[in-house]
């Protein structure tokens, strides 16, 4: 495939992107049926390596997002091009709706606002609801109810198949991604040269899209930095499937300043999670989960949905929101050096990330200057990997079930090592295909899975055998 | 989407499931359909390619993957439809089984089911380690499934945690396959298994600490060190893996999520003196009541169960109300955990089986209707099977309850 091809020397891009987060994967798609010549580079050994590995998986109306930002307007364009695009791409929307619970007098006194806010934000189907018509959306929430906001078009997505299909999108278009490659420098004299790790190449165009690397970034792009990425970390527990039985709607609790606080949430692929948290940190890298901290987070699960008790924990995650020293997100336009930052997109860029895509290829101009010939879009159909639409093991043929928890076959497997950009590492293959994320954790299918996988990916499951027995 | 119908389906094919099977047919039982999602039969013996089973059952000692091939010979000899790569995807009500096989997805229903899918071992996520998630953390099941089936290993120098049976088999496999335990670690206060585990990895020249755990995985792709906390000390190994072994938990997810009930003691489905769940359509045999046994007592077990459904089929479903259990802390759980008046079939679960959930000294002692009718002074140990004859008036009760006094 294009991607694996070193690109020619003397060839020039239309568009670079720097970072294959959601927000990177999305603006290439844009560029690439815009008609632009892109290439896609991401340091990681696959995409989504950054903040958009770890996140709670909503696809936000933005009912409480700021008035008149470009964070609400953009999180409103890229959730209508969502709802537009996904069933043509086979991606899932689970239609959950979510109850913003106020359980003390004081929190249900600020859901009024809570809901004019949502009014003037566009979002009219927003209302406030008693206890009892709470219970009757949501009959797993805990007694003790004061009051809640029931937000209907508040929904759940595949936070990795999305952006992936919109990476696959921008391949099929013959848009280039390089991975393991980044980007150290770059210098512009009408053009620019980019430094990186797999040499050097030439753009007319940069978006930088290095979420929380997005200051360095620009600082090694010459620029003034004009914001500072200060991580966030979030933890999550993800509990066993049993738990979809006991909660089908998301759990919000009435959000501070700070945070939008700890969710109670099902996901897509039929687990219920809870999180995230909301901890400062310097640390760019590492994003550890902390054993108290996840015994809190299944204690607060339980609190809000008593069924919740006694279900196993299957995984724990920790994600990092490229949060800046502003609240808002700092998209930054230089067309003198054409280039443009997208950046600190903290905690709605999933959401976002189709609407920041056409905010950008609005910045940039190209398209109206006719500088491109845009393409119809090409016709990809992601994997269904979400519980409420069929998945390969009910179909026939699969070969046979690999991954028992989570069901996924030898199949789905050998398509995703084969697809046009199979999974770099075994994050990535989880991501594409879910094996190994289940309760037992891989002590059916690691094995399997490291054998299968050999020789494709980055810290392989199996060691080098040297003379072992 | 096909249906077809059984007298008995049995899900799983370990040792417990081959018994039940046997022991059916035996009995003149008719249609007896087994289901496996794996290739082969033999569950969880087929990881273990040095320990010695069938010498109860089959009077001889085989290595774990010659045992699956001797119950596949049985099964073959007693005329069972084994059903390789079907795995059961939910229970019904009404005893039908969604099943997904590589034709597809298929309904399958049985006047009786049987459910013997075994256990697995607690996960790092499950037991909610610290730290980052770099490859190379795994569990004994799946290291040995690494060697047994694929000749790979997942790590050269892995430390390892807990100090139950399995935890000798990780170690062992460990030695014979050229990896190197940095350690073994045990959170308590004592070994699970006692007496091995404190000479045997130190014989080999390999740390065995109590009181200590891991409270820091270090690692950006593959695990580099791990920080341990033994006793007040802090400190550093540096290590390429982390083995979890142990802390058996019953793969009863089918029931959880079929919305069948699940005993929060043992992790299995609750079950009575016959081995009958709560819906007296299913019963359940072997590891998946309760924590791990041997592959001997999952044989035993299935073969007793598959004796009672055997004799079961011939009547209705007999659903009275069961009476449960109780217990006291800390106590961790009682199989069976239900009792059911009037039904005395042959076979079934003949004693309670009993096991602690922490370290204590004290007595034990058996209720029935108020009045004790058993006790034992002792000091018992976590992890340990406690098996007391069950006595036949807990039959006719209404109140069976294992109480403890301890003593300081
Ligand atoms: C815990 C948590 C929960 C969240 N929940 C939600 C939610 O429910 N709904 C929602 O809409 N949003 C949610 N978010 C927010 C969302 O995940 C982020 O806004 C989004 O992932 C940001 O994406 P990004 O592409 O900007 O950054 P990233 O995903 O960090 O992508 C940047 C990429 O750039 C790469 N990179 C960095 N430097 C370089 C370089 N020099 N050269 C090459 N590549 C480089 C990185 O490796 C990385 O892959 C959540 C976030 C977190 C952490
Ligand atoms: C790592 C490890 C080491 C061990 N070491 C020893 C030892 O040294 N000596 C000893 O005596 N015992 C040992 N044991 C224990 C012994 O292997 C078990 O006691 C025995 O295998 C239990 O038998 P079982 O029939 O209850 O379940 P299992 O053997 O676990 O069989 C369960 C079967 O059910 C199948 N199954 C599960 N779910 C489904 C589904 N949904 N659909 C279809 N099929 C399904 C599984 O594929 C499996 O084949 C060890 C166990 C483990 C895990």
């Given at each position: 495939m294009s991607m694996q091809q070193p690109h020619p020397r003397n060839d020039i891009f239309d568009v670079a992107i720097i970072g294959a987060g959601v927000v990177g994967c999305a603006v290439a798609r844009r560029f690439a049926l815009a008609g632009a010549k892109v290439v896609l580079l991401e340091k990681g050994s696959d995409i989504l390596s950054g903040a958009s590995k770890a996140n709670s998986a909503i696809l936000h109306t933005g009912f409480d997002a700021p008035k008149g930002s470009l964070e609400l307007a953009l999180v409103q364009a890229g959730r209508r091009e969502y709802l537009d695009i996904h069933a043509g791409m086979n991606l899932p929307l689970v239609e959950t709706g979510a109850l913003v619970c106020a359980w003390t007098q004081d929190e249900a006194a600020r859901l009024e606002a809570i809901a004019e806010q949502g009014r003037e934000n566009g979002v009219t189907s927003v209302r406030l609801v008693t206890p009892t018509e709470a219970l009757s959306i949501e009959p797993g929430l805990s007694d003790g109810l004061v009051a809640a906001l029931h937000v209907p078009d508040e929904h759940v997505i595949d936070p990795w198949s999305a952006p992936l299909g919109y990476v696959n999108q921008a391949i099929a278009l013959g848009a280039v991604v390089l991975r393991q490659c980044e980007v150290r420098a770059g210098s512009f004299d009408g053009e620019w040269r980019l430094e990186t790790s797999k040499g050097d190449l030439r753009t007319k165009f940069v978006i930088n899209a290095a979420g929380l690397f997005g200051d360095y970034v620009d600082t090694r792009l010459g620029f003034e930095p004009e914001f500072q990425i200060k991580p966030r970390k979030g933890q999550f527990i993800v509990l066993d499937k049993a738990a979809s039985r006991q909660l089908k709607t998301i759990i919000l609790p009435v959000p501070n300043e700070i945070t939008k606080g700890v969710v109670v949430c099902p996901t897509a692929f039929g687990n219920i999670l809870v999180g995230p948290t909301a901890e400062e940190q310097d640390d760019r890298n590492r994003a550890t989960v902390e054993h108290d901290t996840l015994e809190g987070l299944v204690a607060q699960g339980v609190k809000l949905v008593?069924?919740?008790?006694?279900?196993?924990?299957t995984a724990v995650y920790a994600g990092l929101r490229?949060?800046?020293?502003?609240?808002?997100y700092r998209v930054i336009a230089r067309p003198e050096l054409n280039a443009i930052t997208l950046g600190g997109i903290r905690s709605t860029g999933l959401s976002s990330a189709l609407g920041l895509a056409q905010h950008a290829l609005k910045l940039h101009g190209g398209s109206e200057r006719g500088e491109f010939a845009p393409r119809a879009a090409p016709d990809v159909r992601m994997p269904n990997l979400a519980e409420s639409r069929m998945r390969d093991w009910q179909a026939e043929g699969h070969g046979e079930i690999v991954c028992h928890c989570e069901m996924v076959t030898k199949r789905e497997i050998e398509a995703a090592l084969n697809s046009?950009?199979?999974?770099?590492d075994f994050g990535g293959l989880r991501r594409r295909t879910r094996a190994g994320m289940g309760r037992c954790q891989g002590f059916y299918c690691n094995s399997r899975l490291a054998e299968m996988s050999s020789g494709c990916l980055a810290n392989p499951l199996a060691i080098e055998q040297e003379g072992g027995k | 989407m096909t249906h077809s119908s059984s007298d008995v389906i049995i899900i799983g094919g370990g040792p417990s499931g081959v018994a039940a099977a046997i022991a059916m047919r035996k009995a003149g039982v008719g249609k007896i359909t087994l289901l496996e999602r794996e290739q082969h039969l033999g569950g969880a013996t087929r990881h273990c390619s040095h320990s010695p089973f069938g010498m109860l059952e089959f009077g001889r000692v085989y290595i774990g993957s010659a045992y699956g091939k001797r119950l596949e010979m049985e099964a073959e000899r007693y005329d069972i439809d084994v059903r390789y790569g079907h795995s059961v995807a939910s229970l019904g009500e009404d005893g039908r089984l969604l099943v997904s096989s590589h034709t597809g997805l298929e309904t399958l229903a049985a006047k009786r089911v049987l459910v013997t899918t075994g256990v697995r071992e607690t996960t790092r996520a499950a037991r909610m380690v610290t730290g980052d998630r770099p490859v190379g953390v795994v569990t004994t099941g799946s290291l040995q499934s690494y060697v047994a089936f694929h000749n790979l290993m997942p790590f050269r120098r892995p430390v390892i945690v807990g100090s139950e049976l399995v935890t000798l088999s990780a170690i062992w496999t460990c030695l014979s396959h050229g990896a190197r335990p940095v350690a073994v670690l045990e959170p308590g206060p004592h070994a699970l298994v006692g007496a091995p585990l404190n000479w045997f990895p130190s014989m080999m020249g390999i740390p065995f600490h109590r009181n200590a755990e891991i409270i820091d995985i270090l690692g950006a792709g593959r695990v580099e060190s791990v920080k341990i906390k033994r006793g007040d000390v802090i400190e550093t190994l540096e290590c390429d893996g982390v083995l979890f072994s142990g802390q058996f938990t019953p793969e009863a997810s089918l029931f959880q999520t079929s919305g069948l009930n699940v005993n929060w003691g043992s992790g299995g489905p609750a079950v009575d003196q016959d081995g009958r769940c709560e819906n007296p359509i299913y019963f359940a045999a072997g590891n998946v009541l309760r924590a791990v046994e041997t592959g001997g007592w999952a044989f035993r077990e299935g073969r007793s169960v598959g004796m009672a459904i055997a004799s079961d089929i011939l009547g209705d479903v007999s659903g009275t109300a069961p009476v449960k259990v109780t217990y006291d802390q800390p106590i961790k759980l009682v199989v069976p955990n239900l009792i059911r008046s009037g039904t005395s079939l042959p076979g079934g679960l003949k004693d309670f089986q009993l096991r602690f959930a922490r370290y204590a000294k004290g007595t034990l002692f058996l209720t029935v209707d108020g009045r004790e009718v058993w006790q034992r002074r002792g000091t018992w140990h976590p992890e340990k099977r406690i098996t007391v004859t069950r006595p036949d008036k807990t039959r006719s009760a209404e109140n069976i309850h294992f109480g403890f006094r301890g003593e300081g």
């Open positions: 008593p069924g919740l008790a006694h279900i196993p924990v490229p949060a800046s020293d502003k609240k808002e046009a950009l199979p999974p770099g | -």
